[in-house]
Nanobody, 126 residues
Framework: QVQVVESGGGLVQSGGSLKLSCTTSGHPNRGYAMGWFRRPSGKEREFVAGVNGSGESTNVAASVTGRFSISKDNAKNTAYLEMNSLKPEDTAVYFC???????????????????WGQGTQVTVSS
């Protein structure tokens, strides 16, 4: 059974930083991509950032480019989302996801990910 577990969420003031971690266990394949999505209250889920299987290619949404970055440590089966210069509009539940199979590119659609975490709340106060 594949498990995807996020950690690192919390409350931070506007302009502050947070680093989210996402660790998978039990994944049957190697070289899978990982991604972060978020769902603000009352809004649709949206892509935030993703990293391919090797960890060498990343894709960050335009809304967070220059403030957020994603990285992956394959030895630890862990992806990280580093969030800087946080704004109140970044407040959301952040979800981590992993693809089922090998990915050389970075998927940006939720439907391309097969395994999901429960989410972690990030709240940015003004």
């Amino acid at each position: 059974q594949v498990q995807v577990v996020e950690s690192g969420g919390g409350l931070v003031q506007s302009g502050g930083s947070l680093k989210l971690s996402c660790t998978t266990s039990g994944h049957p394949n190697r070289g899978y991509a990982m991604g972060w999505f978020r769902r603000p209250s009352g809004k649709e889920r949206e892509f935030v950032a993703g990293v391919n299987g090797s960890g060498e290619s990343t894709n960050v949404a335009a809304s967070v480019t220059g403030r957020f970055s994603i990285s992956k440590d394959n030895a630890k089966n862990t992806a990280y989302l580093e969030m800087n210069s946080l704004k109140p509009e970044d407040t959301a539940v952040y979800f981590c996801a992993a693809t089922r199979g090998l990915r050389f590119s970075v998927p940006t659609k939720a439907s391309e990910y097969g395994y999901w975490g429960q989410g972690t709340q990030v709240t940015v106060s003004s």
